[in-house]
């Protein structure tokens, strides 16, 4: 099992959820780590980025839409048996300027709140997505076998 006390992500990223009307705003990833999976916008953080800049940019990169007031509400560690590791931080909006379009790397998805296909997401999805949209801050350790997930613990945070 990682030691998450000395752990090191070789990359970090982010992912952004919009949620509105019941429905949350997801992607089936077309291209990259994930495609063929249904996720919400993100991607790596550059140097010269903040993560909340790179959730942002990610956003309007694969939806064309900018999100309004997003908040940090998460933390996510991921190590991957092949040697692959990063850490996340996640981002939820209640609203957004612009209209929601397919680009070359995602396909918009609505999806009713009640009605997530976790069964084409990562396997860790389920554990920590239900708190995002409850509004819960959250810190999530994954270790993964390529697509399957082998050990997992999610925190709640109170602040």
């Known amino acids: 099992m990682t030691n998450w006390a000395i752990w090191q992500p070789r990359v970090r990223t982010t ?15 077309k291209r990259g780590f994930g495609a063929g999976k249904i996720n919400g916008p993100g991607g790596k953080v550059d140097s010269d980025e903040t993560p ?8 309007f990169e694969e939806l064309g839409v900018t999100p309004l007031d997003s908040e940090q509400r998460g933390e996510l ?8 590791s990063l850490h996340c931080v996640v981002f939820l909006a209640q609203d957004f300027k612009g209209q929601p379009r397919e680009t070359d790397e995602a396909a918009p998805l609505w999806t009713p709140l009640d009605a997530i296909p ?17 509004g819960a801050r959250f810190t999530g350790f994954f270790e993964f076998d390529g697509e399957q997930l082998l050990h997992h613990k999610v925190v709640v945070r109170s602040n």
């Open 15 to 29: 992912l952004l959820f919009i949620v509105r009307e019941g429905k949350i705003l997801l992607i089936r990833k």
């Open 52 to 59: 909340l800049q790179s959730a942002l940019r990610e956003t």
């Open 77 to 84: 560690h991921f190590q991957f048996r092949d040697g692959h």
């Open 118 to 134: 976790y069964d084409k997401m990562w396997a860790d999805d389920r554990y920590w997505l239900p708190l995002l949209i409850r």
